[in-house]
């Protein structure tokens, strides 16, 4: 039996140790339950390790992790209002509220709903080919262009910058008006389309970011496929913890070659979390909607 990891810091320390101790002599729940006295404890463990979720105290604050995090409230209310976890009913309840939203989450993946990093230290290697031949395939995408490229962009320029300001304005502080935005961007050969216009804006998009973004696609708009295109020398790449699939170009020539190997080495020793999302592979000099892009996407089980 797969078990999930979860994390549990609240303030009553009682509490914690007795959450813990129920639900991991528990060999019925498939739950793996680690202890935090406080968050930064919290942060030394995600450094080395991956949690599933991290059961949070309402009173307490952590902010830009990678882990998805339920509130734990005093009040019964706050559960049933704003989605949070009522602390003192069962813990076999607290488990089944937990696996429910776990397995919810696993299922969106078992079912084809991927959200992909197309990501490379290389130029010119194919990135943006796949990146939107993804989305030209599977049709139920939402192309994220985390670039600054002319290629792609509306010819109403003018319009499209107004659009992407918002757009940029509502991601980075979390407002769901963003949907306002993304109503307007135009459908390109079957799927909605993101382009970025400058750099700078991009340093300041986080994980939480990321993560905020794909949330708000996936369950306010359906979209299936979620693609990130995300140049190499702009944003960090800690937001790629936040991709289902990550697909790394390469090419062939010596230069690559050597500037791969120490892409590699950086990955295995500074985000070794990302080691089993990674994929290697070589595109094919085509357009997205062609049948090489195709055949590459089909035969890869991209």
Not at 40 to 45: A, F, K, L, R, T
Not at 130 to 142: D, P, Q
Not at 162 to 177: C, V
């Amino acid at each position: 039996m797969n078990e999930y990891k979860v994390g549990i810091c609240d303030s009553d320390t009682y509490y914690v140790m007795g959450f813990m101790e129920y639900v991991n002599l528990n060999k019925s729940i498939p739950i793996k339950v680690f202890a935090f006295s406080n968050p930064d404890s919290i942060e030394d463990y995600i450094r080395k390790d991956k949690l599933d979720m991290l059961l949070l105290d309402e009173k307490l604050e952590y902010k830009n992790t990678s882990v998805l995090i339920s509130e734990l409230t005093e009040v019964r209310e706050n559960g049933a209002k704003n989605g949070k976890i009522y602390k003192y009913q069962s813990v076999d309840n607290i488990s089944d509220i937990v696996l429910k939203i776990l397995d919810t989450q696993r299922l969106h993946i078992k079912n084809g709903n991927y959200v992909y990093g197309i990501y490379s230290p290389l130029g010119r290697c194919g990135k943006t080919s796949l990146a939107k031949g993804i989305c030209n395939y599977y049709k139920e995408s939402f192309y994220i262009g985390f670039e600054t490229y002319a290629s792609g962009m509306p010819e109403d320029i003018k319009t499209y910058r107004t659009l992407y300001e918002h757009f940029m304005y509502y991601l980075i502080g979390k407002n769901i008006r963003i949907n306002e935005v993304i109503d307007k961007l135009a459908f390109i050969n079957g799927y909605r389309s993101f382009i970025a216009l400058d750099y700078m804006d991009l340093k300041n998009v986080s994980m939480e970011n990321i993560r905020w973004l794909t949330d708000t696609l996936r369950y306010s708009y359906g979209y299936r496929r979620i693609v990130y295109d995300i140049n190499a020398g702009i944003m960090n790449m800690n937001v790629l913890l936040e991709m289902d699939k990550i697909y790394v170009p390469v090419l062939r020539d010596r230069t690559s070659v050597e500037k791969l190997n120490r892409f590699k080495k950086m990955v295995a020793d500074e985000f070794v979390e990302l080691v089993p999302k990674v994929n290697y592979i070589e595109v094919p000099e085509a357009d997205r909607d062609s049948s090489k892009i195709r055949e590459l996407i089909v035969k890869g089980d991209i």
